[in-house]
């Protein structure tokens, strides 16, 4: 734990203009990140008595080893550096929100010939209009069936299509009327798109204008006695209408704004989005977060704007943004959405009529969310801190365990030895940082040993950092990179975890002391009976099954063993998809899979001579030769076995890849390396 004093700014350094500041702890690894107005007025309320300071500000900065800052222009210019830096470096003591479901959208790609309505999830693309939020996926498919029936666009998948070109008969959907068929050219390229754009724009809350000009052709139908044509577009009216009802309408027609609302306690505070677009509400996210500085609900309205709208241009950004308090000050963060919005963003507290109306129902969405959140027991920063409390007090270590990582060891019968390196942080799991090995050392079986290796290697590469960096003497270059984020392997943990009993504890133990670490605390967690083992005691530590400590460490093992077992299978796969093709140099993928479809089979390929292996497309007589001396020093693989019925493949399949066979769907079995999932695996 370090003074503050002892890094703090000498006076006169700190500049009195905006700028943004960046706290580093001992390791330079940025851990908070903020903006000023006044850079000086700001960094000085840090260093102040620390019984003044809110509890987890002086935690923050008695964490931090030193601080930087970087001058700007204008407050605007402050905003964007800020959520640039805190999308980079994940600084661990601010607000992040972590979204509590990944959310669909229903999604028209408009940049095809035929453009396709799809649901899409993650980052979105270019070319694509997209609507929504939805809160669920069955929601928009609801949606788009209601709307087929009016606007028959396409909605099979890239394959679908171009099979029922080829074949010339449409899927279901062209039978029943719910799809233009395009693909058998029912409708050319130009009226499907028509088709698709009159879909984004009833989507889009354009809804009024087409209905009655829909009402309009149904009257006409009627009065020249085409009743059947004049009821097709009754029905749909009603399918419109209904799909209507499914977002019911809470604000004056074409109002555009999305509606956040705020709901906070000591420790966490939630967020709740409402999008409205076209006076209906077309969407629902919320997120929640983590209270690790001193904030108020500006401040958090003001992350959750750099959240919603970092990464967005545009009509995405709406025109009034209503929330429950004004980031102070909110000229910058107005100007900052205004920018990427294109045009005039209107951010403001609802006073009075509908809109104050439906703020009241958003903030009850969050206030809800956030008494849901308290129930999820891994999530709750409360019961994160007693389960390191907990880690601290059975293992006598002097402080929490903030960064745990655990390690485990995966094979086949000694075979694909590998190993697992997964990271938490606050009880939480950083994948960024999660590392897989290759037992290099030896072959076959040890798993004690291969905890020895792996655990040498790790720390090994900590200490060559270390040095490298001048850790050591000055303390100045440090353990990352130029740009603030660690390298690989040079950020220590307070506690290795290894899957395993007494004998896998030692061997850790055993690699640290050879490397001289003694800063490290080590510990095991046997399967059997989930006892806690340390290097020294002849006896387990037992925790109590309700213990919170127990169940993180039991999580830390299963996410080790999970990371571990899954690269164990990708590996395996690999392996078994080999062909002796892959060793001949400069041959590729494409040339590759030529000389697989042109012969049929590796072992026609190995019987075929120089001349017909050039008349393969794109291989010359030089490549050729090659081919042929790698394919005749290549040992043929044994022939592949069906465990579910004893037959061995016949060799015209040899093409490099098995035969998948009953034992494990999905997973190749051969002869001399069964699949015994069952209990051989780990």
């Known amino acids: 734990m370090a003074d503050p004093s002892s890094y703090r700014p000498k006076p006169g350094e700190i500049p009195d203009t905006p700028g943004v500041y960046k706290f580093r702890d001992e390791h330079r690894r940025v851990i908070y990140v903020g903006k000023a107005k006044s850079l000086r007025q700001r960094l000085a309320s840090y260093f102040q008595d620390l019984s003044n300071l809110h509890p987890r500000t002086r935690t923050m900065v008695t964490t931090a080893a030193s601080v930087e800052w970087t001058v700007v222009s204008t407050e605007v210019e402050a905003l964007q550096l800020e959520y640039s830096w805190i999308k980079e470096f994940d600084p661990r003591f601010n607000v992040k929100y972590r979204d509590d479901k990944s959310y669909p959208y229903l999604a028209v790609t408009m940049n095809e010939e035929f453009p396709r309505v799809q649901v899409m999830r993650g980052q979105k693309r270019k070319g694509v209009r997209y609507f929504g939020p939805y809160g669920q996926a069955w929601a928009i498919r609801d949606t788009v069936d209601l709307l087929l029936r009016v606007f028959p666009v396409r909605t099979c998948s890239a394959g679908v299509f171009k099979n029922a070109a080829r074949t010339g008969r449409p899927c279901l959907l062209g039978y029943i009327g719910k799809c233009s068929a395009p693909c058998v050219g029912r409708v050319s390229p130009e009226e499907h798109g028509e088709l698709a754009e009159d879909f984004c724009d009833f989507m889009a809350g354009r809804t009024g204008t087409y209905i009655r000009r829909l009402e309009q052709r149904m009257t006409e139908a009627a009065e020249d006695m085409e009743y059947e044509r004049a009821a097709r577009l009754r029905d749909d009216i009603g399918a419109l209408k209904k799909a209507m009802e499914k977002s019911a309408v809470v604000l004056a027609d074409a109002t555009d704004a999305d509606l956040i609302a705020v ?200 200490l060559a950092e270390k040095e490298k960096t001048g850790e050591w003497t000055d303390g100045e270059n440090a353990l990352t990179e130029e740009d603030g984020r660690p390298k690989r392997f040079a950020y220590p943990p307070q506690l290795v975890v290894v899957d395993g009993g007494r004998p896998q504890v030692a061997a850790a133990k055993r690699a640290l002391d050879e490397l001289g670490i003694d800063d490290i605390a080590v510990c095991g967690l046997a399967k059997r009976l989930e006892e806690v083992w340390l290097p020294e005691d002849d006896d387990p530590v037992v925790l109590p099954r309700s213990s919170e400590g127990l169940y993180l460490l039991q999580r830390v093992r299963d996410e080790a063993h999970r990371f571990a077992i899954t690269y164990q299978r990708a590996k395996r796969a690999k392996r078994f998809r080999s062909s002796p093709l892959d060793d001949v140099p400069g041959l590729g993928e494409t040339r590759k899979q030529a000389l697989i479809k042109h012969f049929g089979s590796v072992k026609r390929l190995r019987s075929a001579t120089i001349d017909q292996i050039c008349e393969v497309p794109g291989i010359g007589r030089k490549t050729a030769e090659t081919v042929a001396v790698a394919l005749a020093q290549a040992v043929p693989a044994a022939p592949a076995v069906n465990t579910a019925t004893g037959e061995i493949m016949g060799d015209e399949e040899e093409d490099g890849t098995p035969e998948t066979t009953a034992g494990a769907p999905g997973e190749p079995v051969t002869a001399g390396a069964p699949d015994d999932r069952r209990g051989q695996e780990r």
């Open 263 to 462: 709901a906070e306690d000591e420790l966490e505070a939630a967020v709740q989005i409402f999008h409205v677009r076209g006076g209906r509400v077309r969407g629902q996210r919320g997120w929640v977060t983590d209270k690790v500085e001193e904030v108020t609900t500006g401040a958090l309205v003001e992350h959750a704007l750099q959240q919603l709208y970092g990464e967005e241009r545009g009509d995405a950004v709406p025109k009034e943004v209503l929330v429950p308090a004004l980031p102070d000050p909110v000229e910058p963060v107005q100007e900052w959405l205004t920018e990427r919005r294109g045009s005039n963003v209107s951010l403001r507290i609802p006073q009075r009529g509908d809109k104050k109306a439906l703020m009241e129902t958003v903030q009850r969405n969050a206030q809800q969310s956030l008494v849901l959140h308290k129930t999820k027991r891994a999530s709750d920063l409360t019961t994160r801190s007693r389960a390191l409390e907990e880690i601290a007090e059975a293992l006598d270590l002097d402080s929490a365990p903030l960064r745990i990582e655990c390690y485990d060891i995966s094979h086949l019968q000694g075979d694909d030895v590998v190993a697992s390196m997964v990271v938490f942080e606050d009880g939480l799991q950083r994948k960024g940082e999660y590392r897989r090995f290759q037992i290099k050392g030896f072959a076959g079986q040890d798993d004690v040993r291969s905890m020895h290796e792996v655990i040498t290697r790790r720390f090994r590469r900590y």
